[in-house]
């Protein structure tokens, strides 16, 4: 999370976010769509630097905002408002559902792209999002474009530490396979793994913090996290200093890195 200043051009915007996987994140924002209590820890541990009462009275904008959980949750611990956006209608619906509760957020069909908010919110996040775009220092520049001088940018990625062996074995059967077939297709086929993921936790697989964090979901819990590893076009896992790079070349100061469940 840091300091703002300026942005850089946009590049195409149809061919950027075609070469994304909005309509394949549609398709599960649209299917698991309901709101878990435990997904308020999740969202915790995802934005380290805000305890609940730092969000109270500020203004953001949610980039990628998906079924709008990361929305929700600001809004329950007293933020002012804000903007939530996305591109695939699945994603809107359950979005303006789970929002719905909260009249001063304004869901919106936009892309990190074409986000063009100028020095309007206290704050501008984006979970789980900028990893898996192809400009992600666009989406990046336009988030910092957004936020009032002196406020804040804040983003949660994939990390590469702890994670080699997916880098090595399971990404390259990502993008030769799953981001190729239909995505009803990829959903079925998430059933297998979720399986063993489910039996090795349950076996007492806890060498990192995250697996001792989603031993206590259940099973479509941790199906819609393997579905979601499985579905994208995209998917970069960033060293530390990667992440640094992107952030101070936006522009960015006070840059502060938190490892999260010690893989992101």
């Known amino acids: 999370m840091s300091e703002a200043p300026p942005s850089t051009p946009a590049p195409d915007t149809a061919s950027a976010v075609h070469s994304g996987s909005a309509d394949r994140f549609g398709y599960e924002w649209g299917r698991y769509a309901e709101l878990k209590g ?5 969202f915790r541990r995802w934005t380290p630097f805000m305890a609940p ?3 109270r009275g500020l ?6 905002c998906g079924m709008g959980r990361n929305s929700h949750w600001p809004m329950s611990y007293g933020a002012a408002g804000g903007l939530a956006i996305d591109i695939d209608e699945r994603s809107l619906a359950s979005a303006r559902t789970t929002l719905a509760p909260h009249p001063a957020m304004e869901v919106r069909r936009q892309s990190a ?12 996040f984006s979970i789980g999002v ?3 775009l192809a ?4 989406a990046l520049a336009n ?10 940018v804040m983003i949660w990625v994939y990390g590469r530490e702890n994670n080699g062996w997916i880098v090595r074995f399971a990404d390259p059967l990502r993008k030769a396979l799953f981001s190729r077939l239909p ?12 399986a063993l993921l489910w039996l090795a936790l349950r076996l007492g697989l806890d060498r990192l913090e995250y697996f001792r964090l989603i031993r206590r979901f259940d099973f479509a819990h941790l199906r819609s996290i393997v579905f979601d590893q499985m579905l994208p076009k995209i998917a970069n896992y960033w060293r530390r200093d990667e992440v640094e790079a992107l952030m101070t070349g936006a522009g960015l100061e006070d840059v502060r890195l938190a490892w999260v469940n010690e893989i992101s």
């Open 38 to 42: 435990i997904y308020e820890e999740q």
């Open 53 to 55: 009462e730092d969000w």
């Open 59 to 64: 203004t953001f904008v949610d980039v990628g």
């Open 113 to 124: 792209y074409e986000l063009d908010e100028v020095e309007r919110f206290d704050l501008a």
């Open 130 to 132: 900028i990893h898996h």
């Open 135 to 138: 400009y992600p220092e666009t």
């Open 143 to 152: 988030m910092v474009r957004a936020v009032k001088p002196g406020g804040r």
């Open 183 to 194: 995505i009803g297709l990829v959903h079925a086929l998430s059933l297998p793994p979720t």
